[in-house]
């Protein structure tokens, strides 16, 4: 795996070509320190599927915040070489900035994941009360909670960051109203929850109508052609919608 050591080196040397010394950079070195530096930050990232303990996110956060900070020189080159048009196929530049950009990506959900988890820690709510309060699905939350899914749309970051305060000023506050909410309540179920359950339910009545059967659970034909729209509109949604439409879809086929 790539190192903080690792890295700086392909920014010294970007940054020694660049400068130049007196003379015009040649493309063939260009090109090589330009792969080099996009494979030692696509190196830097672990892709394994465990999940991580706090102690190894807060690790794991320090690890890539030390890459991030050379992942910025070198993107700083590959953005002076696209300003000064110098000899480096467009290709390798983008490489290079991609993967930069994984890197940013990959330690803005570390970080974010670290906070909630620790935020949900300090009012002792479930992951399930959480959500509610957060208003999002709770299998959305788990995915935040372990790095798991792309940066939150803007309105969700901001519940999340609102819920994250509130958390570290005034914890006891949230607890006491997420043990207000019944199990069943709409409190305990986020708005989007209500529209998809309302879809399916919709889509499942014309169903019935339109073979002239009523739908029960060992009816596995309707409950196919169900699950397969479903998945058609999926390739649609985004992380957050995707998660609520599973919890609604796993709900239906229960």
Same mark, same amino acid.
């Given at each position: ?132 309060? &957060? ?28 819920? &994250? ?47 002239? &059967? ?31 439409? &599973? ?8």
């Amino acid at each position: 795996m790539t190192s903080e050591e690792d890295l700086k080196e392909k920014a010294d040397i970007l940054e020694m070509i660049l400068e130049g010394h007196g003379r015009s950079p040649k493309q063939l070195e260009l090109t090589k320190a330009f792969e080099s530096a996009a494979e030692a930050l696509e190196g830097s990232l672990d892709e394994a599927a465990h999940s991580l303990t706090e102690q190894e996110m807060g690790s794991e956060v320090g690890r890539l915040r030390a890459l991030d900070r050379q992942s910025k020189r070198i993107e700083a080159s590959a953005r002076k070489v696209k300003e000064t048009g110098l000899p480096v196929e467009e290709g390798d530049v983008t490489k290079l900035l991609e993967a930069g950009s994984r890197l940013h990506g990959r330690l803005e959900s570390l970080e974010l994941a670290l906070e909630v988890r620790r935020s949900r820690a300090r009012t002792g709510l479930k992951q399930s009360q959480a959500a509610a309060a &957060i208003g999002i699905s709770e299998s959305y939350l788990s995915l935040m909670e372990n790095a798991r899914c792309r940066p939150p749309s803007r309105t969700v970051r901001t519940r999340v960051d609102s819920f &994250i305060q509130n958390a570290s000023s005034d914890p006891h506050s949230i607890s006491s109203q997420a043990s207000g909410t019944r199990k069943g309540d709409d409190q305990d179920k986020p708005e989007a929850m209500d529209w998809y359950e309302g879809k399916v339910k919709l889509y499942l009545l014309g169903e019935r109508e339109k073979s002239g &059967i009523a739908f029960i659970n060992e009816d596995f034909s309707v409950r196919g052609r169900m699950l397969r729209r479903l998945m058609q509109a999926a390739t649609t949604l985004d992380d957050e919608q995707l998660s609520t439409l &599973i919890d609604v879809a796993l709900r239906m086929s229960g």
